[in-house]
């Protein structure tokens, strides 16, 4: 499963990269549009992600970015995540 569609939508934002093993969650969504323009120029590529991996390390991503790197994921539950990172830290 791609983390993002065609449309540029986020499909899910618990999410293992079935590439790495790593969990990752989208944390922040921050547009970019700049307010002296209309709102209907607005598009969802100029959104910026920011992501924590499961080491605690946050990287910010567009959603260009991300289209390009998670195209081979599976969706997580948040209780799974934390459940998961409990498992890690023993």
């Known amino acids: 499963m791609r983390l993002v569609n065609e449309d540029n939508s986020i499909n899910c934002f618990h999410f293992k990269c079935l590439d790495t093993n790593t969990v990752y969650t989208i944390v922040t969504t921050t547009n970019t549009h700049p307010n002296s323009e209309p709102h209907y120029f607005d598009k969802a590529h100029k959104a910026v992600e920011e992501v924590l991996r499961s080491d605690g390390v946050r990287r910010k991503f567009t959603r260009i970015q991300l289209k390009k790197r998670f195209i081979n994921i599976e969706q997580l539950k948040l ?8 498992q890690e830290n023993k």
């Open 79 to 86: 209780e799974l995540w934390v459940n998961w990172k409990q």
